[in-house]
Every structure is written in C-alpha cells, then in structure tokens.
C-alpha cells in the first residue's frame, strides 16, 4: 500500500535535453566549469549549502534554507522538473544554481548561491541557468524574484527584467520575466562561457565533487565583502 501511496505523491518528470558543460574564466583567470548534475550530486551540495544557513548578510540564510529545501525535496522526489547546475573550480565547488520548469513555456528561476565572493561567480551560474532552458529546452519565459538588494540589481536591473502581475511561487517580493527577447539582447553582455570544455577539466570535475571546510565557505563569503568595504 505505502508504495503504491508513494507512486501517486511522485510527480511526473518531463524529458530534458542535457545542458551541455562549458567553461569559464573567472577574474583571477580560474578556469570554472558549470555542468548539469542529478540527484546522486545532492547529498554532497547540501553539505556545502549547509554552512550558509546562519550567514545573515545578504540573506544568505533566506536563500541557503530554501535551496536546501528544494535540493532534498528534488533528492526526495517531493519537486516537479528541477535542474541544477553547479560551478567547480579545480574540482571544487564555487556555486549552484536551480530552476524549475512550470510549463511547456514557462520555467521557474529558483535560486542561485555563490560559494566564492568578489568574482561574479553567481552572476555567471544565473546566466547559465537562464541560457538552459532558453536555449535548450525551447522555453519563453523564466520568471524570477528577488530575495535581496544584490540579486535585484544582478537580475532585474541588468537584464533589464519585465515586471509580471501576480506571485512568483516563492511569495515576496513582485516577480519579473525574463523573455527569449529579453535574453537574446543581454547575452552577448552577460552570457559567458566556451564550448567544448577541455577534457581534463571536465574530468577534473565530472570525477568529484570537492568541498571546502566550513571555515573556508564562511571566509569565501563574508570575508571577500569584508575585503571590499
């Protein structure tokens, strides 16, 4: 009975095609790969958002909370249609990134986390999660909110989103879209990344998933603002 009960509260899935891994050159000249995981790759993601969830600034325990919601209910098979992409640099992770498809058309942008500050490294992985499903998937619109001052001005004021009427599924603030329109204008200015990644980088990645210890998340997130004041 329970597995019968457990069949009708899995959602469907809708067939995706793959996002095709590419590589970035960050700032210091850092080569970051962003590939697509599974659901083997969550255990291993959770214990690097874990260490966020008592970060305060820039509400990075707002956004850490829920995306480990949404990495366990996606692991539990408790979300419909998710994707993540994640970042590593020599192997070890930088960042991720999450979305949702609602509909044929429509996706929904989740969230983004940056292991590494002062690098664009979160402006890059948005940009790759909108390049999936606009690209990839044959999407038109991604709808995205914001839950800080710095996700609004990396969002919708750079891309230059169109404001919606109505509730993004996160609740808070209005929501904007993002529309193949919109996207193809900004993509030459904020879309980065070469195709195909060198082998060994992508083994390099593809083999594991490296973590930093929690003193080094907390100092690569903290600490690169501090720097800057």
């Given at each position: ?11 469907p899935e809708t067939p ?59 692991y539990r098979y408790r ?151």
């Amino acid at each position: 009975m329970d597995m019968e009960l457990e069949a009708m509260l899995r959602p469907p899935e809708t067939p995706m095609e793959p996002y095709p891994p590419k590589v970035i050159t960050l700032a210091t000249g850092a080569k970051m790969v962003v590939r697509q995981v599974n659901r083997s790759a969550v255990p291993i993601l959770l214990k690097a958002v874990r260490p966020t969830l008592d970060i305060p600034r820039d509400y990075y325990d707002v956004v850490g909370a829920r995306l480990y919601a949404e990495l366990l209910g996606w692991y539990r098979y408790r979300v419909r249609d998710e994707f993540c992409l994640i970042g590593q640099v020599n192997g070890y992770l930088t960042g991720i990134v999450n979305s949702r498809l609602y509909s044929p058309r429509t996706c929904i942008s989740l969230h983004t986390l940056s292991l590494e500050r002062g690098l664009r490294i979160g402006a890059h992985l948005f940009a790759a999660k909108m390049e999936y499903p606009l690209e990839y998937l044959g999407i038109e619109e991604v709808l995205i909110t914001a839950e800080s001052p710095i996700g609004f001005r990396r969002w919708m004021i750079e891309y230059g989103l169109e404001p919606r009427e109505g509730q993004h599924e996160l609740g808070g603030a209005d929501y904007f879209g993002l529309t193949r329109e919109i996207y193809f204008k900004s993509k030459d200015r904020l879309v980065a990344g070469e195709r195909p990644v060198p082998p060994d980088l992508l083994e390099e990645a593809e083999a594991e998933i490296k973590l930093r210890d929690t003193g080094e998340i907390r100092e690569k997130i903290v600490g690169a603002k501090e720097e800057r004041r």
